[in-house]
């Protein structure tokens, strides 16, 4: 494929818009965030007469569910060209005025944010000083009630309490529900089994539903506890589709009126609807979020085959429109020949989900890229995913593992990666590979690793520790030396290196890819956002520079003026993809 052409098909991938449902407010106005104008904004629709607007001029970072007590809109925006420092604003949908909504604090990571409809609580960080704030729709003054370690999440808030779940036992294995009392500003920390999981609460009174796994340690359950009676109780619900699904973890959860609940359940890379324990139909692929307004949901619905669109579903029967979406381009879609979930066996037994896109444009065996996912605390599931879908459509297979370390599969699953970055989860993403190889989808000369974030880090790993499996790689965003992210990172990512080496501090140095640079063998293109504050560049630099004096071949790509979250802008992905292509069509072809 020739330049102009190339370029051509990765402006038709990235142009393709995504929506997602933030919820309805009071007078029925439905909320959803959009990159239709290039960069993330939130949009709104009025349900009663069918009129669209624009919410936000500028971009935004972060966002909070509406409230159906208020028409203000409550989102962050980044005001640091990408270092994610956000002040926090309302819109009012009435007036679209907009009022800062952070008076008193400097901008500042903010990780969890819950609004009631009058009051806002979230979690956020100043470089190595991390605390928990309180703010309203009234005074619109921002005030720390809390000191915070830096990895706790507000997820509610009402007019007597802040909730939200972190690591408060200095346990990298557990997370803790915690609640502050507004009159006394106390910290309660309440888990019903020490070492177990619990996340997300949201409040209805002095009631919390959250989500926990301490029954078997593994897999989630949904529960209520009552912070006046200390009492805790596992959700009843009216229908049995819940328990039939048996849903490994929830993406998202909620009151509905009448005190009933309804909840997404997730598992083996999808997910599905539940009110008051009933299915709600959906298409296959991935419920990301939903609003329950009478007989119908409101839902963002995603697939590999359909980018995320905002429908509205009746409950009963399933049937659906369109309220905001898109299709994708039946070019790229034509390139997707069939898509395989296998679990692939890996050194120690251990099964590793993973998903196999194979392309109607590549022989078999072909040319494959190998895709570790970021976070690790994530997964690639059943939904869309422009880079994927691009490199399908170029021509090459996809093999994208879900390691050890990846959400969807279990507490049991998701924990075997503390204490073992670049350990386990390095050698499951070399086991995908090589199965990929003895089953003849991938030529074995022309096998590449691309990742992103924590799979960038994969990548420099792979290369340097495994390099006789890559005729090249393409690492983004990466970490390179753990000594360095680790002395640069404010008070949340302190924590996160923390958790994710289970406090292993002396592993620093032996996983970090510059111990081991002197091994790449073959080319490696670097691509990394200017002020990235998740993984900073400096280190990345040096790793370059490392690269440069032992005459290994490379190219570094900077992205300016852009963050980690580089998503957000249509621009800077179709900068990314562009170099990502250009560099395996040069090494791959």
Request: negative net charge; hydrophobic residues 40%.
């Amino acid at each position: 494929m020739d330049l102009e052409s190339l370029a051509r098909l990765i402006k038709k991938v990235v142009s393709v818009p995504r929506y997602s449902l933030v919820g309805i407010t009071r007078s029925n106005y439905l909320v959803y965030g959009s990159t239709i104008e290039g960069v993330y904004k939130l949009y709104a629709v009025d349900l009663n007469t069918g009129r669209e607007f624009k919410v936000s001029e500028e971009p935004v970072h972060l966002e909070a569910s509406t409230s159906r007590r208020s028409d203000i809109v409550v989102y962050t925006r980044d005001v640091s060209k990408g270092f994610e420092l956000v002040k926090i604003y309302g819109t009012d949908l009435r007036t679209l005025e907009t009022y800062d909504l952070s008076e008193g604090v400097r901008p500042h990571r903010v990780i969890g944010l819950g609004y009631d409809g009058f009051r806002l609580a979230w979690s956020g960080s100043i470089g190595t000083e991390a605390s928990i704030y309180l703010s309203d729709t009234s005074s619109r003054r921002a005030e720390p009630v809390a000191k915070a370690r830096g990895r706790e999440y507000v997820t509610d808030v009402n007019e007597r309490y802040i909730v939200g779940h972190g690591h408060l036992r200095d346990d990298p294995f557990s997370v803790e529900l915690f609640a502050i009392d507004l009159k006394t500003l106390e910290m309660k920390v309440f888990t019903p089994r020490e070492g177990s999981v619990n996340r997300s609460p949201k409040l209805l009174g002095s009631k919390v539903l959250f989500e926990s796994n301490y029954e078997n340690l593994d897999t989630f359950k949904l529960y209520l506890y009552d912070l006046e009676s200390d009492t805790l109780e596992p959700v009843k619900l009216a229908y049995s589709d819940l328990y039939s699904y048996d849903p490994v973890e929830y993406l998202d959860f909620g009151w509905i009126d009448g005190g009933g609940v309804w909840a997404i359940g997730k598992k083996m890379g999808r997910s599905k609807l539940f009110v008051n324990g009933a299915e709600v139909r959906t298409l296959e692929g991935m419920v990301l979020s939903a609003e329950i307004c009478g007989d119908h949901a409101f839902v963002t619905h995603t697939s590999l085959r359909n980018p995320p669109r905002v429908l509205k579903v009746d409950i009963r029967s399933g049937a659906y429109t369109v309220v905001a979406g898109s299709e994708a381009p039946e070019e790229v879609l034509s390139s997707l020949a069939e898509v395989m979930y296998i679990e692939v066996p890996s050194f120690d037994g251990v099964k590793v989900p993973t998903y196999v896109l194979v392309s109607s444009r590549a022989p078999r065996p072909g040319p494959l890229v190998v895709y570790p996912h970021g976070g690790p605390w994530a997964e690639v599931s059943d939904s869309w995913s422009p880079i994927l879908l691009l490199l399908t459509s170029l021509g090459y297979h996809v093999v994208a593992p879900n390691f050890r370390g990846s959400t969807g599969y279990g507490e049991k699953f998701r924990k075997l990666d503390l204490g073992d970055p670049g350990g386990g989860d390095l050698e499951d993403v070399v086991h995908a590979t090589r199965w990929a190889i003895d089953n003849r989808i991938a030529d074995p000369d022309k096998v590449a690793i691309v990742g992103y974030s924590y799979g960038g880090y994969m990548t420099f790993m792979a290369m340097v520790k495994h390099p006789e499996l890559w005729k090249c790689g393409v690492a983004s965003a990466g970490v390179t030396d753990w000594v360095e992210d680790y002395e640069l990172a404010d008070a949340f990512f302190k924590r996160y290196d923390e958790i994710l080496f289970a406090g292993r501090k002396e592993l620093f140095v032996e996983r970090s890819p510059i111990t081991y640079v002197q091994n790449l063998r073959s080319p490696i293109c670097i691509i990394h956002p200017q002020n990235d504050s998740r993984c900073p560049l400096r280190p990345i630099m040096k790793f370059a520079y490392k690269l440069m004096e032992l005459g290994k071949p490379f190219e570094l790509h900077v992205i300016p003026d852009i963050g980690h979250a580089i998503s957000l802008d249509t621009e800077a992905l179709a900068k990314y993809l562009l170099y990502v292509t250009m560099f395996l069509r040069k090494h791959l072809a």
